[in-house]
């Protein structure tokens, strides 16, 4: 068995496709929950769950500014809509969910590139 590493691919938000920087490492948060394990008095523990969103942060999306790419990205975010979210990896793996777009979001001009943070509610997915 052969493991593929590489960047994601693609990413749909919205609808809209983006091609991501081929050098861009992305971090990806499945969502779900997270465990704390808190002391009681007498040595024991007891595990508290929080519920946390999925998260994949890292991404450089391929900006073309004549298609207004990055007003469309802008729009999701002032909206803070929930839409549907689509990420290619390499492998061929496709992970889904919806969500929105989170954090500062700028663009490079000398890379044509968006450095985006994409989050939302419950899990992403394998699809």
């Not at 465990?35 to 024991?44: I, L, P, S």
């Not at 391929?62 to 999701?76: A, C, P, V």
């Not at 663009?107 to 450095?115: D, F, V």
């Amino acid at each position: 068995m052969s493991i593929i590493a590489g960047p994601v691919e693609s990413v749909g938000i919205g609808g809209r496709v983006f091609s991501v920087a081929q050098d861009a490492d992305t971090s990806r948060k499945l969502g779900g929950k997270e465990n704390e394990q808190m002391m009681n008095g007498d040595g024991t523990t007891r595990t508290s769950q929080t519920r946390v969103a999925w998260s994949v942060s890292g991404l450089q999306l391929s900006i073309d500014d004549e298609q207004g790419d990055h007003e469309y990205l802008q729009g999701i975010a002032d909206r803070a809509a929930q839409v549907p979210i689509n990420l290619t990896y390499a492998s061929g793996v496709v992970y889904g969910g919806t969500g929105t777009i989170t954090g500062e979001m700028t663009t490079s001009s000398a890379n044509q590139t968006a450095s985006v943070t994409l989050s939302g509610p419950g899990k992403l997915e394998r699809q």
